[in-house]
């Protein structure tokens, strides 16, 4: 069952604006794709026409949010990915069916954006029969989410400790990295950080 978003979170941005202005800019004209990078990837919780491996010049994946809720406490942070300008990053599109487009977005909207602290973007997803706009959440290094370069012994005790309503950033990270190799992506720098998280020591370095 799903948990309701939480209602006492410090709210960035209000998010209806933006759902607003992104359904405007969407028009309603064709079916909507969907990129997911993380836990979009195994737990999508909307239905979905079709499922294509897809790439995104630009942006890469990087476990550089702090999550207080999902996958830590206000008092032990634990850790979220992001998706941050620079470099690339292999994920999977979905394609929304226009007709029920309206009801996934504003799904989407109450699990991604309570707080307004994503920038939802279109952006272009190279896959294997051809390019597709998708819709992307993507972070701002000037969000006060993003935690900057950690050390590797910061990535060890938040590995090792945090948990919130969701479980630990552990195994965020590692069920990420499974449903990667599902649908045959390898992310190496992401094998690395678990198992050098494993051996007592954790890289801070970005995902691809």
């Given at each position: 069952?799903?948990?309701?978003?939480?209602?006492?979170?410090?709210?960035?941005?209000?998010?209806?604006?933006?759902?607003?202005?992104?359904?405007?800019?969407?028009g309603?004209?064709?079916?909507?794709?969907?990129?997911?990078?993380?836990?979009?990837?195994?737990?999508?919780?909307f239905?979905f026409?079709?499922?294509?491996?897809?790439?995104?010049?630009?942006?890469?994946?990087?476990?550089?949010?702090?999550?207080?809720i999902?996958?830590?406490?206000?008092?032990?942070?634990?850790?979220?990915?992001?998706?941050?300008?620079?470099?690339?990053?292999?994920?999977?599109?979905?394609?929304?069916?226009?007709?029920?487009?309206?009801?996934?977005?504003?799904?989407?909207?109450?699990?991604?954006?309570?707080?307004?602290?994503?920038?939802?973007?279109?952006?272009?997803?190279?896959?294997?029969?051809?390019?597709?706009?998708?819709?992307?959440?993507?972070?701002?290094?000037?969000?006060?989410?993003?935690?900057?370069?950690?050390?590797?012994?910061?990535?060890?005790?938040?590995?090792s400790?945090?948990?919130?309503?969701?479980?630990?950033t552990?195994?965020?990270?590692?069920?990420?990295?499974e449903?990667?190799?599902?649908?045959?992506?390898?992310?190496?720098?992401?094998?690395?950080?678990?198992?050098?998280?494993?051996?007592?020591?954790?890289?801070?370095?970005?995902?691809?």
């Amino acid at each position: 069952m799903d948990i309701p978003p939480p209602t006492d979170l410090p709210v960035l941005r209000d998010p209806a604006p933006m759902l607003e202005r992104f359904l405007h800019q969407w028009g309603g004209r064709e079916d909507l794709w969907i990129f997911g990078y993380a836990s979009l990837i195994w737990r999508p919780d909307f239905d979905f026409a079709e499922v294509r491996r897809a790439r995104v010049h630009g942006w890469h994946r990087a476990l550089k949010m702090w999550s207080r809720i999902n996958r830590g406490t206000p008092e032990c942070p634990g850790l979220v990915f992001a998706l941050l300008s620079g470099g690339s990053c292999h994920g999977v599109v979905y394609r929304v069916p226009r007709h029920e487009v309206q009801d996934v977005v504003a799904r989407l909207w109450l699990r991604e954006m309570v707080t307004g602290v994503y920038d939802p973007r279109s952006l272009r997803c190279n896959t294997e029969r051809g390019t597709v706009q998708a819709l992307a959440f993507t972070l701002s290094r000037r969000s006060p989410n993003f935690t900057g370069e950690l050390s590797e012994a910061r990535y060890r005790e938040i590995f090792s400790a945090a948990c919130g309503r969701y479980g630990t950033t552990h195994d965020y990270a590692r069920q990420t990295l499974e449903s990667l190799h599902s649908h045959g992506i390898s992310d190496t720098r992401l094998a690395r950080l678990l198992s050098l998280s494993q051996a007592g020591i954790a890289s801070d370095e970005p995902q691809a």
